[in-house]
């Protein structure tokens, strides 16, 4: 594991508000092996269009993260939000925001003792802030077709590219999340590394020993219960699916954990349960009393399909059985997920993984996950790290 080394995460999500990403789960391995590490809140790629039921929400929830400054967490990780101004489809305001965040950062890195870091970009965005933090490694982590995304801002498709492109031609390594987005690149292939998401499996797996009291706001809920944790937004919940099963299968109960986006439309369907996020540390008590782990996704969706949504190896660490809409990242796992292929398929396999009587199913699926610990991802990292920067050094004194 890399140790000593200073590290500057752009994460492309908000420490604070969202289930953990993999920044968030690497970036904690640094820190305990002791590396100074900064993680930087989402800058976001802009805001939402006027029209947007979520503009408001959005707003409070970026305040609500400025009003927290500078914090550390127990692994002494210092997080922040720096102010950006939300419109990066203006050059003058990228200019703007450059200064503004260069600022910022340098003074609270010299604060906590960074030089020479590991510049870590996870948001095209952050493209920006290369070649200004005296960095001595650029890596580029790609989780997102970031200019397929039009639901969540209304920043110009052509400005991201141009600042994904940026990004890509800067990069030392380059880190795709999914398969179908490695598929896919061209520019700096040669760079290029498949970063697959990772487990907590200890974490997880003590759901199926059977000794975890299930939370309350799930004992109450009526079996059979879907359980679902993470982001509820309007575009990536398949809704229709939803309201279909309302009315052809109203005993099923769906549980959906998480932040919840203005415009979901099934709240009011007898069958379904919003619950807010739950802390990491207990949402296996949730996942303790779900019947099938799902993951219902609008995966027709452009920006969808290139989904590796981190909670479908934690749904297998459970040994529960886990019902999926397709994703090109998991079809290597169809022999322990059942991966729905329509609307039909899904009530199909749902009804198959509520019948299951295989007593070795639940172990397959565990073991399929097992080894791909966050632990062995952050080595395996760490690896690549110590040998581009050996390789930089030796090309430098060359």
């Given at each position: 594991m890399i140790r000593?080394?200073?590290?500057i995460c752009f994460g492309g999500e908000d420490w604070w508000y969202h289930h953990p990403h993999?920044?968030?789960?690497?970036?904690?391995?640094?820190?305990?092996?002791g590396n100074?590490?900064?993680?930087?809140?989402?800058?976001?790629?802009?805001?939402?269009?006027?029209?947007s039921k979520d503009l408001l929400p959005r707003i409070t929830r970026k305040l609500r993260s400025y009003a927290k400054r500078a914090r550390r967490t127990p692994e002494g990780i210092t997080v922040v939000s720096p102010f950006a101004l939300p419109f990066f489809g203006s050059r003058l305001t990228r200019r703007i925001n450059r200064q503004l965040l260069t600022a910022q950062i340098r003074r609270l890195g010299r604060r906590v003792g960074i030089t020479r870091p590991i510049l870590w970009i996870a948001i095209p965005t952050a493209a920006e802030m290369i070649g200004r933090l005296d960095e001595s490694l650029v890596i580029y982590q790609v989780s997102d077709k970031y200019d397929a995304n039009i639901m969540d801002h209304a920043t110009d498709p052509a400005a991201i590219r141009h600042l994904h492109d940026k990004a890509l031609d800067a990069a030392d390594i380059i880190f795709y999340s999914g398969r179908k987005l490695l598929a896919e690149a061209v520019r700096g292939r040669e760079r290029s590394h498949l970063l697959e998401q990772a487990v907590d499996f200890e974490h997880w797996s003590q759901v199926s020993r059977g000794t975890l009291e299930v939370a309350p706001e799930i004992a109450r809920i009526p079996r059979p219960r879907l359980g679902y944790f993470g982001a509820i937004e309007p575009w990536l919940i398949d809704q229709e699916l939803i309201k279909r099963a309302a009315r052809e299968r109203p005993l099923w109960h769906w549980i959906f954990i998480g932040n919840k986006s203005a415009g979901v439309e099934i709240e009011s369907l007898p069958n379904t349960h919003f619950l807010p996020p739950v802390p990491y540390e207990q949402l296996p008590r949730y996942a303790a009393g779900f019947d099938v782990c799902v993951l219902p996704w609008e995966t027709e969706r452009a920006?969808?399909?290139?989904?590796?949504?981190i909670k479908v190896r934690e749904y297998?660490?459970?040994?529960?059985?886990?019902?999926?809409s397709p994703l090109a990242e998991y079809e290597p796992m169809?022999?322990?997920?059942r991966i729905?292929?329509?609307?039909?398929?899904?009530f199909r396999l749902v009804e198959e993984a509520l019948a299951e009587s295989d007593p070795k199913a639940a172990q397959n699926r565990q073991e399929a996950v097992a080894g791909g610990t966050w632990d062995a991802r952050a080595e395996w990292v760490s690896n690549l790290i110590e040998n581009t920067l050996a390789k930089k050094e030796g090309e430098n004194q060359g």
């Open positions: 000593d080394h200073s590290i993999s920044k968030t789960h690497l970036m904690k391995r640094f820190a305990r092996a100074r590490v900064l993680f930087i809140n989402s800058i976001s790629m802009g805001l939402p269009g006027l029209k920006f969808t399909s290139y989904g590796s949504a297998l660490a459970t040994g529960k059985p886990v019902v999926i169809s022999s322990v997920l729905a292929r329509n609307h039909d398929d899904f």
